[in-house]
């Protein structure tokens, strides 16, 4: 079975600086990997998908991940921060087997940004 | 466009008393519909998904059920609440037609089981 995980349920970076959202993943076969976004008291939103064409994928807002196979790892980053980047963020897999459409998510990191 | 509703918006009800919230989905036909669990720190726990009227799966044995009786519409119910079902519950569709799929996610219902 797929699983992820998010190393640090919480995230402190200042306006400007870089941000970094860590998530490895386990799979016995290749994954397809997504980030969501969810800002307070809404719904998830999609900021990004990798599945298997470029290993750095960029999404909506900025933001853009990297797959690394030899880290199992599919971590987020944005160069600068933005006050409106103020969310948390969950990662989630799939695993490749066509036909099975299930998410599998982390358990989210919340990103605080400081003036 | 595609867009998915949710409500209530916030409910707080009573142990034992039976819930029933309802998401709906326009713009699209056929859809794959999921209803998740997030409670605090525990990221998004899948509880049922449905492919098609009447077709439902369940992920996590429990006292929720979950019903689909029109296309774009998905139904999740309990006979008896308990205090671990406060939580926000969310909808969400996918197209289900190429893979891997995208989910997309109503606004969600907020649940405080008192």
């Known amino acids: 079975a797929q699983s992820v995980t998010q190393l640090g349920s919480h995230v402190s970076v200042s306006e400007g600086a870089l941000v970094l959202l860590r998530c490895n993943y386990s799979?016995?076969?290749?994954?397809?990997l997504f980030w969501y976004v969810q800002y307070p008291n809404q719904g998830l939103q999609l900021l990004l998908k990798?599945?298997?064409?470029?290993?750095l994928v960029k999404g909506i807002n900025g933001f853009e991940a990297e797959f690394k196979k030899s880290e199992t790892s599919f971590h987020l980053t944005k160069p600068s921060a933005h006050m409106s980047d103020a969310a948390e963020y969950f990662c989630?897999?799939?695993?490749?087997?066509?036909?099975?459409?299930?998410?599998?998510f982390g358990t989210g990191t919340r990103l605080t940004i400081i003036p | 466009s595609q867009t998915i509703h949710q409500w209530p918006a916030t409910l707080v009800q009573p142990v034992g008393s039976p819930l029933s919230l309802e998401c709906t989905v326009e713009?699209?036909?056929?859809?794959?519909l999921y209803w998740y669990r997030q409670a605090a720190g525990r990221g998004l726990q899948l509880l049922f998904y449905?492919?098609?009227?009447?077709?439902i799966s369940s992920e996590v044995p429990q006292n929720l059920s979950a019903s689909r009786p029109q296309d774009r519409q998905f139904i999740l119910s309990s006979k008896k609440l308990l205090l671990s079902d406060s939580g926000f519950y969310l909808c969400?569709?996918?197209?289900?037609?190429?893979?891997?799929?995208?989910?997309?996610f109503g606004p969600g219902t907020r649940l405080l089981v008192l």
């Open positions: 969400a569709w996918s197209l289900g037609t190429f893979y891997p799929e995208t989910q997309y």
């Open positions: 799979s016995s076969v290749p994954p397809y």
């Open positions: 990798y599945t298997s064409a470029a290993t």
């Open positions: 989630a897999v799939a695993p490749f087997n066509f036909g099975n459409e299930k998410l599998t």
């Open positions: 713009g699209t036909s056929n859809p794959n």
């Open positions: 449905s492919v098609g009227i009447g077709q």
